[in-house]
């Protein structure tokens, strides 16, 4: 039974006995009993001669210590042979198991046991040391790739805290590795995006955790993974905005085309017949109708002719967001576009703060339109006349940040009073407004790289604009 025990381990791990037996010496204690016990038989006949010689006690007790003290020192030397090559093979596995691959056994030689002991542990060696290379490797590239990836990437372990975060889910979920690493997904302020599904989509204004003024709809991609024997939650995050905004504007292209052709035909002989009927009103009176009924008549046609004309503009209006050209890039200084820009608008005081200079490569005319709509948009909130400004005011400044430069764009108008329908075509809560102006913005800022974004002022009433463009590639 006592060697069955010593046979297995806690852990279920199967202990090999090194002996026959669990109760023994220990293996050089013993060595030096079995090596005295073998000089017992020497040392007794050494003494039964000496007295058949008939030599004295005290000259048989000198003997006997002699030959003693050069036993001792022959088992001294002994031991030393056996445990040296020993205690090297041991210093040898401990460095192994701290991954210290720089000791080697020498001097070993195959067809001895100890010789191919050392062999073995040598190879051992060698093969652990290829092997820890080898994962190093893939650490050091798995962590270059995790490092340099667009798409953020976190990873959870099975209690919900965080142990990876890298450089650009920083920059999506604004935090920062060393700060969040070792907290938990609750804690964050990201338990819904720890928790979103498989292939979900997830925006800040559905309530996903993620921080706000963040405008950016996120693809989730969740799989599972095990580290030291532990469960982990790895999350990749793909940015689709843009690619949903494509879909969305070739969506309403192929609706516009579509509309245009059909409501054109239709219109097109109305108002050609309307304008007929009203221009010629001498057909009619051959047929004895009174003067008021031929005013009537006339009244209908002209408002017949009104409508048609205004579905026609309304049309013209929507095709204008189907035909934006592909932008023709050029360095161009941002400080003239906002200057130019600003000089066109009266009707309130437009401030540039102090800023750096900057130089971008895009279409002059698609990026002084854009910024005309978004300083227009932003006077008219100033002026408004519901307001009781003591003075209507916008101003702009920018800023550059990593790639890009972020400009800002504020009044002091009444904010926006449905921030969700903003960039919706053709929504406008202005009496004379078409609703196009803030439409095409985007397009203009997503087809230059960039991003434009509007909310709600929290410094106090009004509007603020943030429009991000890239900066060139340096050489580019």
């Not at 920059?171 to 907290?183: I, K």
């Not at 075509?425 to 974004?453: C, E, M, N, R, V």
Request: with cysteine; charged share 20%; glycine share 8%.
């Amino acid at each position: 039974m006592a060697s069955k025990a010593e046979g297995t381990a806690s852990g279920g791990r199967k202990r090999v006995p090194l002996g026959r037996t669990a109760r023994r010496l220990g293996f050089e204690r013993g060595m030096r009993v079995w090596a005295w016990a073998f000089a017992l038989p020497g040392l007794a006949a050494l003494t039964w001669g000496c007295r058949g010689a008939e030599v004295s006690w005290p000259a048989v007790a000198a003997v006997l210590a002699c030959v003693l003290l050069c036993w001792a020192a022959l088992v001294s030397f002994f031991m030393e042979r056996v445990t040296r090559p020993l205690q090297t093979l041991s210093n040898i596995v401990a460095a192994l198991r701290v991954d210290d691959f720089s000791f080697r056994a020498r001097g070993a030689m195959r067809g001895d046991a100890l010789g191919d002991l050392a062999l073995e542990i040598n190879t051992l060696a060698r093969e652990m040391q290829a092997e820890r290379t080898a994962t190093m490797d893939a650490l050091s590239l798995a962590d270059r790739v995790i490092t340099s990836m667009p798409s953020p990437v976190l990873a959870f372990d099975g209690a919900g805290t965080l142990r990876l975060l890298n450089a650009a889910a920083e920059q999506a979920v604004h935090l920062s590795a060393w700060q969040a690493t070792g907290h938990t997904a609750a804690e964050l302020g990201i338990a819904d995006l720890l928790h979103a599904a498989d292939g979900s989509v997830l925006a800040p204004e559905r309530g996903t955790g993620l921080p706000g003024g963040f405008a950016a709809r996120w693809s989730v991609r969740r799989s599972t993974f095990r580290l030291r024997g532990v469960p982990h939650t790895l999350l990749v995050m793909s940015d689709v905005s843009a690619a949903l905004r494509t879909e969305e504007r070739s969506a309403w292209q192929r609706l516009i085309r579509v509309l245009s052709h059909e409501i054109n035909n239709s219109l097109t002989p109305i108002k050609s017949v309307a304008g007929t009927l009203r221009h010629r009103p001498y057909r009619l009176q051959r047929e004895a109708h009174t003067s008021q009924d031929l005013l009537d008549l006339q009244r209908g046609l002209a408002l017949i002719e009104e409508r048609a004309d205004s579905l026609h503009r309304f049309l013209d209006a929507y095709g204008r967001l189907s035909r934006l050209p592909a932008p023709e890039m050029r360095r161009v200084r941002l400080h003239d576009m906002v200057e130019r820009s600003a000089l066109l608008e009266r009707r309130v005081p437009i401030s540039m703060r102090p800023s750096p200079e900057v130089e971008l490569l895009a279409d002059p005319d698609q990026l002084q339109q854009l910024l005309i709509n978004l300083l227009k948009n932003a006077a008219e909130a100033a002026a408004d006349p519901d307001l009781q400004n003591a003075m209507p005011h916008v101003s702009i400044v920018w800023q550059t940040g990593g790639a890009g430069v972020i400009l800002h764009i504020t009044d002091n108008g009444p904010g926006l009073a449905n921030p969700a329908n903003v960039f919706v075509p053709f929504y406008t809560t202005k009496p004379d407004g078409s609703g196009i102006g803030l439409t095409l913005s985007p397009q203009i800022a997503t087809q230059h790289g960039g991003s434009l974004q509007l909310r709600n002022r929290t410094d106090a009433s009004g509007c603020l604009v943030e429009l991000v463009l890239p900066l060139p590639v340096a050489g580019g």
